[in-house]
C-alpha cells in the first residue's frame, strides 16, 4: 500500500501495514498516544467507536526519518 493512494483517515490496520508493524502493536502505540495526550504512540482520532490515524501525522513520521 502507498501512502499517497490512501484517503485522509486511515484504520489502524493500514497505518500499521504502512509502518510494516503488527496490528496488535498498532493498538498498543495508539492507547500510548491517547494515555500520553500525544507526547508518544501513534496518533488516532476516536470517531464513535472506531479509530483512525491521520494520513498527515504519518506523511510527517516518515519524512522525519527519511531526512534522518
Known sequence: MMLSECPD???VEEAAQ???I???RAYELTQRWRETDGNEGIAVIQ????LRVPKAWLEKQLSIVEAA
Open 9 to 11: 483517515l486511515l484504520t
Open 18 to 20: 504502512i509502518l510494516r
Open 47 to 50: 470517531l464513535g467507536r472506531q
Open 22 to 24: 503488527g496490528r496488535s
